[in-house]
């Protein structure tokens, strides 16, 4: 059960767009040997490429010099068979960039937040809603470990889908975001809730935007508060750029 939990987050916070199945059949492993490498493929996981081949994930890991959250890129050569690496391999350098936003110093007004927002990433579906009514605590980073928005508010409060899709995680299995849900919106879009105090929705769930998914709270945070990302194919952005204005 810890095996099945513990791939099913790795495969999520990867950029998955299926759901992780809770254990690998002898029917998924190869039929032959074990090749020496495997170049990663669109929407792959590490999680489903060990499955393939009948590996254990956390040993293609360790093998590749991959750490938590455990993100594979599309044209990487991951190998699965002898020595392991000393170092991660490289990402594709346009699969490495962040979506840019407008340059803005702490003395800019909010015309260069606009300027910014005027201008959203590529592949924006549109429709998306604030997840909460509190107001925003921390903004986006590009570094950390856990790069989102934190919003705050009261015990309780509601914490809303950002747009519809489907709960592909509910529960408390990643350290750091204490109760979490995280909604697959599509191929390419993840949306993460965290801290949570009390999770409405069960994984397989389909909800609307805008639907009460959980009660805001403090699991894995030392006050009430939301921690909010949005992931375009696994790899966290600024929601700023998505959300409407208020």
């Given at each position: 059960?810890l095996?099945a939990?513990?791939?099913l ?22 039929s032959?040997?074990v090749?020496a490498t ?6 792959e996981t590490?999680?489903?490429i060990?499955?393939?081949?009948g ?19 599309p044209g ?13 391999p ?5 699969q ?5 936003t ?6 800019d007004?909010?015309s260069?937040r ?10 924006d579906?549109g429709?998306?809603?604030w997840?909460?009514?509190?107001d925003?605590?921390r ?5 950390g470990?856990r790069?989102?928005?934190?919003i705050?508010?009261?015990?309780g409060?509601?914490?809303r889908a ?14 750091g975001?204490g ?9 390419r879009f993840?949306s993460a809730?965290?801290?949570n ?8 769930d ?15 945070a ?11 194919d696994?790899?966290?952005?600024d ?6 204005d208020?």
């Amino acid at each position: 059960m810890l095996a099945a939990l513990a791939g099913l987050v790795v495969a999520l916070i990867s950029g998955c767009a299926t759901r992780a199945p809770s254990g690998t059949s002898e029917a998924s492993r190869a039929s032959g040997p074990v090749p020496a490498t495997h170049t990663v493929q669109r929407e792959e996981t590490l999680y489903r490429i060990a499955q393939r081949y009948g590996l254990d994930w956390r040993e293609v890991a360790q093998r590749n010099a991959i750490s938590a959250p455990y993100i594979i890129y599309p044209g990487q050569e991951l190998r699965l068979r002898g020595a392991a690496r000393s170092s991660p391999p490289q990402a594709p350098r346009q699969q490495r960039q962040e979506p840019t936003t407008a340059s803005r110093s702490d003395n800019d007004s909010g015309s260069s937040r606009e300027a910014a927002r005027s201008d959203p990433p590529p592949d924006d579906p549109g429709g998306w809603r604030w997840p909460a009514d509190g107001d925003v605590l921390r903004g986006f980073s590009s570094s950390g470990t856990r790069r989102g928005l934190a919003i705050g508010g009261e015990r309780g409060d509601e914490v809303r889908a950002t747009r519809s899709g489907e709960v592909v995680y509910a529960g408390g299995g990643l350290v750091g975001y204490g109760r979490l849900i995280i909604l697959k919106h599509d191929a390419r879009f993840l949306s993460a809730y965290g801290h949570n105090d009390e999770l409405l929705v069960s994984e397989g769930d389909q909800v609307e935007a805008g639907e009460t998914i959980a009660r805001l709270g403090s699991s894995g945070a030392e006050r009430p508060m939301l921690h909010f990302e949005i992931r375009v194919d696994g790899t966290p952005v600024d929601p700023t750029r998505y959300l409407p204005d208020r």
